[in-house]
């Protein structure tokens, strides 16, 4: 098998492919020949050595990826609901760059009718992290208004659909004129352009009384005014801070951080309780253990795609040996939708 593997933290010449002995699934383990692999902002800032579960689980080297769709190659003892040769999607916290993966059955889904190996590869990881932001932390109520940061990406992008089926009204932003397009394909009542007007001019317009609902993830560049733009009772929900991470080939400046760091707004208890503001964050890759949120979300998200409710993310795809041209593209900021790893035959 081959696999991707990240023996220091840096630029995109640290993604290194290996070859490695093949795996073996042990007891409750399912083997999988994997045929395509989601790529996530994460697994960037897992290069970048700045991933904090990275760290606390693996350490380096470490094989990055969340999320793949393949084939069954093996089960291991005691697994009798799955047989080799069934297409499927699976979650992992690290090594999905891999073109043979072992995971946990609980970790596996058989791939819905409707979708290819790219797109489903694509699905999972987006797909529960705006799942987990909108219902089990925001709560909405159908008329709320939501204002979704980077709303043409995956996370955004499926965000968006989430408070449409929430019956919400969504406002997207984006940061760059060429994915207003999409945002409004996937449904939002309004889209700004912060690259071509005033980003929260535009949102009070849009939300005169502020939003109830704030998801972002950019960090310190709209942290503080997406606190501000909230309504009574509203919410913000931060779950990633990309805008800290300016690279030059790949690697973030250290000042920069720095400074973004000190820059990144402290949230005051007593603003919060005086303005009836809550701030929730959360992160994903540290919550694996908790098996029930894994298994809800999954559960209602394929239920609404099957029912045709929900989109999967559009993917554009690279070869798994272009893992770096990817990354590069990712951290652009220009991408729409999902990129994903093809692995060709594996
Ligand atoms: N907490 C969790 O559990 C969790 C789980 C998954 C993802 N995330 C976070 O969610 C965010 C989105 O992840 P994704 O994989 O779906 O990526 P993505 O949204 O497809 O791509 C990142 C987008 O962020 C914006 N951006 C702003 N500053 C950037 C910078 N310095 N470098 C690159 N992009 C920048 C760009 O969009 P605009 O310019 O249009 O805003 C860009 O297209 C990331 O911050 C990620 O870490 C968190």
């Not at 897992?46 to 990275?54: C, E, F, H, P, V």
């Not at 400046?253 to 005051?268: A, E, N, Q, V």
Request: glycine residues 10%; contains cysteine.
């Amino acid at each position: 098998m081959k696999k991707i593997v990240i023996h220091k933290p840096g630029g995109y010449r640290q993604l290194v492919i290996e070859e490695h002995p093949d795996p073996a699934p042990g007891p409750g383990e399912v083997l999988i020949a994997v045929a395509a692999i989601g790529i996530n902002y994460a697994d960037c800032v897992t290069r970048m050595g700045l991933y904090a579960s990275a760290k606390h689980y693996v350490g380096y080297p470490v094989t990055p990826g969340f999320e793949v769709a393949g084939t069954v190659m093996s089960v291991g003892a005691g697994i009798t609901d799955l047989q080799a040769g069934t297409a499927v999607l699976a979650v992992t916290r690290f090594n999905g760059y891999s073109t043979q993966l072992v995971v946990p059955r609980e970790q596996v889904f058989t791939l819905p009718p409707q979708l290819g190996m790219e797109t489903a590869a694509g699905f999972p990881t987006v797909a529960l992290t705006a799942w987990f932001a909108l219902f089990e932390l925001a709560h909405p109520h159908p008329g709320d208004r939501i204002l979704v940061h980077s709303a043409a990406g995956g996370v955004g992008g499926m965000l968006v659909q989430l408070g449409i089926i929430a019956g919400c009204e969504v406002t997207g932003v984006v940061g760059a004129s060429h994915k207003v397009a999409a945002v409004r394909q996937l449904g939002a009542t309004a889209v700004i352009d912060k690259s071509a007007t005033d980003l929260w001019k535009a949102a009070e317009a849009s939300a005169p009384d502020g939003y109830d609902i704030i998801l972002d993830a950019n960090g310190v560049a709209t942290l503080r005014q997406s606190y501000r733009h909230l309504a009574p009772v509203g919410k913000l929900v931060v779950y990633g801070f990309h805008s800290m991470l300016r690279t030059r080939d790949g690697v973030p400046g250290k000042l920069g951080l720095i400074l973004d760091y000190l820059r990144t707004p402290r949230f005051s208890p007593f603003d919060l309780t005086t303005r009836n503001r809550s701030v929730l964050g959360f992160n994903l890759s540290f919550l694996f253990d908790r098996k029930t949120i894994l298994a809800t979300g999954m559960q209602q998200l394929l239920q609404w795609l099957q029912q045709g409710k929900l989109r999967p993310p559009a993917v554009t795809s690279y070869p798994f040996e272009a893992v770096a041209e990817a990354h590069r593209a990712l951290e652009s900021g220009q991408t729409v939708g999902k990129l994903v790893l093809t692995c060709g035959e594996t």
